[in-house]
């Protein structure tokens, strides 16, 4: 039969390695949990930095679009007042013209054409 001797050496020794594995269990812990943090609060800070981005791409996109819409409506005015002053002159013209000139200038026309026939 085999005896085995657990002296007071022996079960200091298990103390100590108990402690140790204790020890390190905790700092294992502590050194994960501080990894995680830390790694969540880089994760927060890319994220609002993304959206910060995103969001000030998104203002700027808006600002262009609209300074772009200004601008076209603008270019619209000026035409239309373009042709609005085209089409007032060009009237102005075509009622200052005397019918009966008008009709007799058509008269003389068609006199014209019936002669080349």
Do not use: C
Not at 24 to 34: H, P, Q, V, W
């Amino acid at each position: 039969m085999a005896t085995t001797t657990m002296s007071k050496a022996y079960f200091e020794d298990l103390g100590r390695i108990a402690e140790s594995n204790a020890k390190s269990a905790k700092d294992s812990a502590r050194i994960a949990t501080e990894y995680w943090v830390a790694s969540r609060e880089r994760n927060n800070e890319v994220a609002r930095e993304i959206a910060r981005s995103v969001t000030e791409g998104m203002k700027r996109q808006t600002d262009a679009n609209e300074e772009l819409t200004s601008r076209i409506f603008e270019i619209l005015e000026e035409r239309d007042e373009a042709h609005k002053h085209f089409f007032e002159q060009w009237a102005e013209v075509f009622t200052s013209v005397p019918f009966e000139y008008t009709r007799q200038a058509t008269r003389e026309a068609q006199k014209k054409t019936a002669s080349f026939k």
